[in-house]
């Protein structure tokens, strides 16, 4: 008979983000088969009686177990590649899954001008064709237009800000909103223009304008706009925008595409503005983003992340 303790170390080793390497070495390598035989009759969560009078994996927890014992040699690829080939993979991976439009926004969105224009060259290069190309292919929304604009952006990236313009364009932005229910904003030529062409210093006036005119953020009240409030997010708040996407990720009740955002966020931020997003996430949810790690990972894949967060940039 197996030993509770051993039993509930096990269970745990399975759960969670990762897997728990050294207590799977300790148990199961001593174990004998009756052991294991008492293990699997005790844990019904896991295994199932089969008709012919054995205990068999659930297939759902075959596939999520294969997914969470390659976890950490993803996170260590992703972190080992050159930015570049990363976020062009990370668009082709979006937009062969779904596609994941958010994805393709917070890679856009979050990048400088020369990051973007590598992931560009990247693209061609593993691909053999654009990634505004593969965009056009694939997404057959209103929202195509402005995607296609998103990745192809080469902001200016100093802090010159025409205020007046800014002005302007913020009481576009809310008239947009406003007529959103006649017109889509998504496909408005100005919408398009201001945030696939401005700075993300212009933008950010445009922020703080918007909030005088309508005395609620620009993303407050694009509530109904999903696609569009995440681009302002990214490109005015991004680390709130990351720190909200990490909480949501760092849950043990998620799909396995929401899980895969920690490895995203921790590797493509840690060398950026993880010091940021740990305070926003301390702030905003009460608990610290290395504890609640160390509360919902396992094993090398909770050290990993650990140690990349524990970066000052």
């Given at each position: ?8 170390a096990?269970?745990?080793a399975f ?8 207590a799977?070495?300790?148990i199961?390598?001593k ?10 009759k ?7 009686e089969d008709?012919?009078?054995f ?17 950490f ?5 992703l ?7 990363r ?11 779904g596609?994941?439009?958010d ?8 990048r400088?001008s ?10 061609h ?6 990634i ?22 080469y ?13 302007s364009?913020?009481?576009i932005?809310?008239s947009?909103?406003?007529e959103?229910?006649?017109?889509n904003?998504?496909?408005d ?6 945030l ?8 950010k ?5 918007y ?5 609620n ?5 694009l509530?109904g ?11 005015c ?7 909200k996407i990490?909480?949501?990720?760092l ?5 396995e ?11 493509a931020?840690a060398?950026?503005d993880?010091k ?9 949810f ?5 504890n609640?790690i160390e ?11 650990l ?7």
């Amino acid at each position: 008979m197996a030993h509770p303790e051993e039993i509930s170390a096990l269970n745990k080793a399975f759960s969670g983000l990762g897997v728990e390497e050294k207590a799977l070495i300790s148990i199961l390598a001593k174990w004998h088969p009756h052991h294991i035989h008492s293990y699997r009759k005790a844990t019904p969560d896991f295994f199932k009686e089969d008709e012919r009078q054995f205990q068999r994996w659930a297939d759902h927890h075959v596939l999520q177990l294969r997914q969470e014992f390659i976890r950490f040699k993803d996170a260590v690829v992703l972190r080992t590649m050159h930015p570049w080939e990363r976020d062009a993979r990370l668009f082709k991976e979006a937009l062969q899954k779904g596609p994941r439009v958010d994805i393709i926004i917070e890679t856009a969105c979050t990048r400088s001008s020369e990051e973007l224009l590598g992931a560009r060259r990247a693209y061609h290069s593993l691909f053999d064709q654009s990634i505004e190309e593969d965009i056009a292919s694939n997404i057959h929304t209103s929202d195509r237009k402005l995607l296609v604009a998103l990745v192809s952006a080469y902001r200016y990236e100093g802090p010159r800000v025409h205020e007046e313009t800014a002005k302007s364009e913020a009481k576009i932005l809310y008239s947009a909103i406003k007529e959103a229910a006649k017109k889509n904003p998504n496909e408005d030529e100005k919408i398009i223009m201001i945030l696939a062409t401005r700075s993300t210093s212009h933008i950010k006036a445009v922020y703080k304008h918007y909030k005088e005119i309508s005395l609620n953020y620009l993303d407050q009240d694009l509530e109904g706009e999903c696609i569009l409030k995440q681009i302002v997010q990214c490109l005015c708040i991004p680390q709130e925008y990351f720190s909200k996407i990490l909480d949501a990720s760092l849950r043990t009740d998620v799909n396995e595409a929401t899980r895969d955002s920690v490895t995203r966020v921790v590797i493509a931020r840690a060398d950026v503005d993880m010091k940021q997003i740990k305070e926003d996430f301390h702030h905003k949810f009460g608990v610290t983003l290395t504890n609640k790690i160390e509360e919902v990972a396992n094993g090398n894949y909770r050290d990993f992340l650990l140690a990349l967060v524990a970066k000052e940039n």
